[in-house]
């Protein structure tokens, strides 16, 4: 039975010809793999090839015939469900949505179905879409937060006078420093703390912070999730988004 579902695509790799193998993160199926057909050849009435609409973070609704346990899915019809502004010109939104791309990809187990990260992440691309790049610095850190708790690994509490440590094996703030208390600056867990708090990406574009401060929580925070996911590995991009939201 063919199925119509949101997905947006993680990776793209040639395949033959005229083909391509997409990596999509669907609303439905989760992560899947799909092959697209004669998508790089060219089309005798439009003069041109899909492929085009076939970036790296781009939205698509798209018809599938789902079969369960099969590695490579067929796409039967795709179209764009999202016509982007500036992520994938503009160099600072295109940085932060790869940095996002890439995390999914590395900690998002094939066919784990995450409906709602799957939500989450297409309103994270359409506001970051509509956003000043001034306004961008906070927003991996926002996105790394939010994957960890959709996944399950929030952080507990928040930075106090009270509670000034923070745990990273039981990823809550704490009175008094444990064996693994964080080596975060207080700056540090001040901005992770204001992050977490923050109601909107609205909200986290306007809490002020510097790039050495950022570097320092993005940092620890991957090495939180390398630390209590099995999926996660080294991030090819971090060096581009240190350098790139300095």
Same mark, same amino acid.
């Given at each position: 039975?063919?199925?119509?579902?949101?997905?947006?695509?993680?990776?793209?790799?040639?395949?033959?010809?005229?083909?391509?193998?997409?990596?999509?993160?669907?609303?439905?199926?989760?992560?899947?793999?799909?092959?697209?057909?004669?998508?790089?050849?060219?089309?005798?009435?439009?003069?041109?090839?899909?492929?085009?609409?076939?970036?790296?973070?781009?939205?698509?609704?798209?018809?599938?015939?789902?079969?369960?346990?099969?590695?490579?899915?067929?796409?039967?019809?795709?179209?764009?469900?999202?016509?982007?502004? #500036?992520?994938?010109?503009?160099?600072?939104?295109?940085?932060?949505?790869?940095?996002?791309?890439?995390?999914?990809?590395?900690?998002?187990?094939?066919?784990?179905?995450?409906?709602?990260?799957?939500?989450?992440?297409?309103?994270?691309?359409?506001?970051?879409?509509?956003?000043?790049?001034?306004?961008?610095?906070?927003?991996?850190?926002?996105?790394?937060?939010?994957?960890?708790?959709?996944?399950?690994?929030?952080?507990?509490?928040?930075?106090?006078?009270?509670?000034?440590? /923070?745990?990273?094996?039981?990823?809550?703030?704490?009175?008094?420093?444990?064996?693994?208390?964080?080596?975060?600056?207080?700056?540090?867990?001040? /901005?992770?703390?204001?992050?977490?708090?923050?109601?909107?990406? #609205?909200?986290?574009?306007?809490?002020?912070?510097?790039?050495?401060?950022?570097?320092?929580?993005?940092?620890?925070?991957?090495?939180? /999730?390398?630390?209590?996911?099995?999926?996660?590995?080294?991030?090819?991009? /971090?060096?581009?988004?240190?350098?790139?939201?300095?």
């Amino acid at each position: 039975m063919q199925q119509k579902t949101k997905a947006i695509i993680l990776r793209t790799t040639k395949y033959g010809e005229t083909s391509l193998i997409c990596t999509l993160f669907t609303e439905l199926y989760g992560i899947q793999s799909y092959l697209l057909k004669g998508v790089r050849s060219v089309g005798v009435k439009s003069k041109t090839n899909r492929a085009g609409l076939l970036q790296v973070g781009s939205q698509l609704d798209i018809v599938v015939e789902h079969k369960p346990n099969k590695t490579l899915q067929t796409i039967k019809e795709f179209g764009t469900a999202y016509y982007y502004q #500036q992520v994938q010109e503009q160099v600072v939104a295109n940085t932060v949505a790869l940095y996002a791309i890439e995390l999914l990809l590395r900690l998002l187990p094939e066919a784990s179905i995450q409906t709602d990260l799957f939500d989450f992440t297409e309103q994270f691309l359409q506001t970051l879409d509509a956003t000043p790049p001034a306004e961008m610095g906070n927003y991996p850190i926002y996105f790394t937060l939010s994957c960890a708790a959709y996944l399950g690994y929030a952080i507990q509490g928040v930075y106090s006078e009270n509670t000034p440590y /923070l745990s990273i094996t039981d990823a809550t703030f704490t009175a008094s420093a444990t064996g693994d208390s964080t080596v975060l600056k207080t700056d540090a867990l001040v /901005l992770l703390s204001a992050i977490m708090q923050g109601a909107s990406l #609205q909200d986290i574009s306007q809490i002020k912070s510097n790039s050495q401060t950022r570097k320092e929580v993005l940092d620890w925070l991957l090495l939180f /999730l390398k630390q209590h996911t099995e999926h996660m590995h080294t991030m090819k991009s /971090l060096a581009i988004i240190h350098s790139i939201l300095h």
